[in-house]
């Protein structure tokens, strides 16, 4: 018996859980091994992606990361990298394709469903303003600032900018909190405040500001707080 290699039809195996049942049940490491086999075809897998996950802390960040960070700090090669690395930013495709070019966004429902999609797997906080037509279809998500992972500022001048050069009727303010709280900060009502005044000369309207936490969104439409910021 102690001749018998346990990791033998491993791969085999794994294939064949995925095949039936999908990623669901699968662990962290047990999603990095699978994609891991790809690029490294002879050679046990396990103990590196477990390595992998404990490196970068969880899989979101492992995914999120940098392919030569991923390189230099787990000792694989750039295709390995590369390979692990394209998950998010083709999950983010996926969804953008998804929702299709130019979706209507006509409640805060669907506003927040759509900028989950666009927050899709970032570790770093963004802003998007979401320029809409007369009809509310989307002329053009423009992602205005990548920040820190705590922090994104984001200039009223910068706003009005983007929303005159998209044609906006009006716009749909969203950003995330990688930190998972969907707690509205002084900050981000501030910001809201000052992007309002700065947008009423023009006649474009705010109409929702959204915060986005992983799977789940704030909408201060539907908590109310945009009715005391639109003076």
Aim: proline content about 3%; charged content about 25%.
């Amino acid at each position: 018996m102690s001749g018998i290699n346990v990791h033998k039809g491993h791969r085999s195996r794994m294939k064949k859980r995925y095949m039936d049942e999908g990623l669901d049940n699968f662990s962290d490491h047990e999603i990095i091994e699978l994609l891991l086999f790809y690029s490294i075809p002879q050679h046990d897998t396990n103990a590196l992606a477990h390595r992998m996950i404990k490196e970068f802390g969880t899989l979101h960040d492992l995914l999120e990361a940098d392919p030569r960070d991923i390189e230099r700090r787990c000792k694989v090669s750039l295709n390995t990298a590369i390979l692990i690395s394209l998950v998010a930013p083709l999950s983010r495709r996926y969804l953008k394709e998804k929702w299709g070019e130019r979706p209507i966004v006509n409640s805060s429902a669907v506003a927040g469903n759509y900028a989950i999609s666009l927050f899709a797997g970032r570790i770093y906080e963004c802003f998007y303003v979401i320029c809409l037509n007369s009809q509310n279809r989307v002329n053009y998500a423009a992602l205005v600032h990548e920040g820190t992972i705590n922090e994104a500022p984001v200039y009223p001048r910068l706003v009005v900018e983007t929303a005159l050069r998209h044609k906006a009727n009006s716009i749909i303010l969203a950003h995330n909190h990688p930190g998972g709280s969907l707690k509205a900060s002084n900050a981000d009502i501030d910001v809201t405040r000052r992007i309002c005044q700065a947008l009423k000369p023009i006649s474009i309207n705010v109409v929702d500001h959204i915060i986005v936490a992983g799977d789940r969104y704030l909408s201060f439409a539907e908590q109310g707080l945009l009715d005391s910021l639109i003076i």
